[in-house]
């Protein structure tokens, strides 16, 4: 599977964003999808995460309520909606895909070892 991130820029403090995650060369309902983000001199973090089927979404504390994420399988893409963006935001973007079989279809993984496939990354700067 290859993951294409892109949707990243320049943005204002409150400003919002809105990365696309475009998946290709595997089914994508098989997969549960994340976005992660790496700052500069930090480790990678989990943001947002949902299920093969979209039902179940899940999110790090720190973006509740401004944060969506969403995918539409028919295009293969997976979304996030940033809102309200903080300087402290500015980050690469990853976004990232977990194989999952049927029985776990319900499940969001959100450690980065539970994710096999990862796109390039897409930058998100945030100036105060």
């Known amino acids: 599977v290859q993951l294409q991130a892109s949707g990243g820029g320049l943005v204002q403090t409150g400003d919002s964003l809105r990365l696309s995650c475009a998946a290709s060369?595997?089914?994508?309902?098989?997969?549960?999808m994340a976005w992660f983000r790496q700052a500069p001199g930090k480790e990678r973090e989990f943001v947002a995460g949902?299920?093969?089927?979209?039902?179940?979404?899940t999110y790090t504390d720190s973006v509740k309520g401004r944060f969506t994420i969403s995918r539409d399988n028919a295009k293969n893409t997976v979304y996030l909606q940033m809102n309200s963006l903080k300087s402290e935001e500015t980050a690469v973007y990853y976004c990232?895909?977990?194989?999952?079989?049927?029985?776990?279809?319900?499940?969001?993984?959100?450690?980065?070892?539970?994710?096999?496939?990862w796109g390039e990354g897409t930058l998100v700067t945030v100036s105060s």
């Open positions: 990232a895909a977990a194989p999952l079989p049927w029985p776990r279809s319900p499940v969001v993984p959100t450690t980065i070892r539970e994710y096999d496939y």
């Open positions: 060369g595997g089914t994508f309902s098989n997969f549960a």
């Open positions: 949902i299920s093969r089927t979209g039902v179940v979404t």
